[in-house]
T-cell receptor, first 112, second 114 residues
Framework: GDSVTQMEGPVTLSEEAFLTINCTYT??????LFWYVQYPGEGLQLLLKATKADDKGSNKGFEATYRKETTSFHLEKGSVQVSDSAVYFCALSDQGNTPLVFGKGTRLSVIA | NAGVTQTPKFQVLKTGQSMTLQCAQD?????MYWYRQDPGMGLRLIYYSASEGTTDKGEVPNGYNVSRLNKREFSLRLESAAPSQTSVYFC?????????????FGPGTRLTVL
């Protein structure tokens, strides 16, 4: 079945550091890929998405490129801020109207 | 638009008590979902409803029941609460679009079972 694997956390970075959170997937079809963010005490909200190979999703300085050849969708940000501290989830949407498949989440802490 | 709303926000139950978690969405979405999130863990799907009138089990359905009351509302019932059901519960909704099955989440219900 479909699955998403993302790097284990927690990840702790200093403010203005470069961020990469790795995400790889297994899917039978041609999925859409998502990154969700969960701030403390809140629900998940969509950060960015990509619907086909080589697409780049971007939002709030975060980027991720859909790489079909490596089945990856790594999340990057050039300069993190304390306000980026959150849990980040990678997810895929494969066949039609089925639930998203989520990774286990990566907790990011950014210190000033 | 309020998006996805959940009530209550917090709840404390004693073992064996029952309760219903309410969820509503105003985005005219076809599909709705219930997840639980335990400390240090990701999301686990409890039940979902792909369309009005249908429900399906997810990864961890035991101890729960659901009702898709209409297109807007999807409730989750705990008939006899157990301490293992202490968790944060999230409701979500989605509509299948060109960009895939993007889900929108509610703010969560924090449930403690003593």
């Amino acid at each position: 079945g479909d699955s998403v694997t993302q790097m284990e956390g927690p990840v702790t970075l200093s403010e203005e550091a470069f961020l990469t959170i790795n995400c790889t997937y297994t899917a039978t079809g041609y999925p859409s890929l998502f990154w969700y963010v969960q701030y403390p005490g809140e629900g998940l909200q969509l950060l960015l998405k990509a619907t086909k190979a080589d697409d780049k999703g971007s939002n709030k300085g975060f980027e991720a490129t859909y790489r079909k050849e490596t089945t990856s969708f790594h999340l990057e940000k050039g300069s993190v801020q304390v306000s980026d501290s959150a849990v980040y989830f990678c997810a895929l949407s494969d066949q039609g109207n089925t639930p998203l498949v989520f990774g286990k989440g990566t907790r990011l802490s950014v210190i000033a | 638009n309020a998006g996805v709303t959940q009530t209550p926000k917090f709840q404390v139950l004693k073992t064996g008590q029952s309760m219903t978690l309410q969820c509503a969405q105003d985005m005219n979405h076809n599909s709705m979902y219930w997840y639980r999130q335990d400390p240090g863990m990701g999301l686990r799907l409890i039940y979902y409803s792909a369309s009005e009138g249908t429900t399906d089990k997810g990864e961890v359905p035991n101890g729960y029941n659901v009702s898709r009351l209409n297109k807007r509302e999807f409730s989750l019932r705990l008939e006899s609460a157990a301490p293992s059901q202490t968790s944060v519960y999230f409701c979500a909704s989605s509509v299948l679009a060109q960009g895939g099955n993007e889900q929108f989440f509610g703010p969560g219900t924090r449930l403690t079972v003593l």
